[in-house]
């Protein structure tokens, strides 16, 4: 049995596609259906439905064998717990955006930047700010929050986020703007060490199926 874990959503509705191409297609809808394991039409894979945040941690212990991640989870994940334990073998162009940072349109960021001033930052992604921040010898006051980071700078929480931002629609409405990009944001397939030994042949043959795929989008 292989099984693969994603999230709902972006992750889930991109990754059809690719799974499609592989010949897998899942039995059940995640957003109609409450079951966190789907069937497929493949008695042999099956898909669990995790939090995207989730994904890493399910594919490390093994009880997903292959899972799709984002980057910025990725990123945020390996500045915790290190890199080992996972391949990451196919960047798959899917759920593409990019982690910024945004200040509320009345905020003067790059006066803030240029006087050494120390800014409070909310956002979910805290390691990886705080790696953004001091590279450029900025001092800064890091608030984790585990959603809607968007509202921190409008209700005095923070002075700016660190958020992923794709069409910039969800800044605009909340009179926000990016001053920055932190990094470029894709999804990546990942795969458990020893299931890549263990169940060399049926992971081998997602990871080609896939990687033709995402060769084949221009
Ligand atoms: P948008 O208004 O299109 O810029 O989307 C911004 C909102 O969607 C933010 O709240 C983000 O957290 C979320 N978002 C956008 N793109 C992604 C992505 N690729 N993965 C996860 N969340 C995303």
Excluded: W
Aim: proline share 4%.
């Amino acid at each position: 049995m292989l099984t693969l874990a994603l999230s709902k959503g972006r992750i889930f509705d991109d990754t059809l596609p690719l799974l499609a191409s592989a010949g897998i297609r899942v039995a059940d809808d995640p957003d109609t259906s409450r079951k966190l394991i789907l069937s497929t039409n493949r008695p042999d894979v099956r898909i669990i439905i995790v939090r995207a945040s989730d994904v890493p941690t399910y594919v490390l212990y093994g009880a997903a064998d292959v899972g799709v991640a984002g980057s910025d989870v990725l990123l945020e994940h390996d500045a915790r717990h290190g890199s080992a334990g996972m391949y990451r073998p196919i960047d798959l162009n899917i759920a593409r955006c990019r982690m910024m940072v945004a200040v509320h349109e009345g905020f003067d960021y790059e006066a803030a930047v240029r006087s050494g001033a120390r800014i409070r930052v909310a956002t979910k992604y805290v390691d990886t700010a705080r790696e953004h921040f001091a590279a450029k010898g900025m001092h800064v006051d890091l608030i984790k929050l585990y959603g809607s980071m968007e509202l921190a700078p409008l209700v005095g929480l923070a002075d700016a986020i660190v958020d992923v931002v794709s069409t910039g629609g969800t800044l605009k409405a909340n009179r926000l703007i990016a001053v920055e990009e932190v990094c470029p944001v894709s999804a990546r397939l990942v795969v458990n060490q020893a299931a890549l030994k263990v169940k060399r042949t049926e992971v081998q043959a997602l990871l080609d199926a896939f990687e033709l795929a995402v060769k084949a989008v221009p």
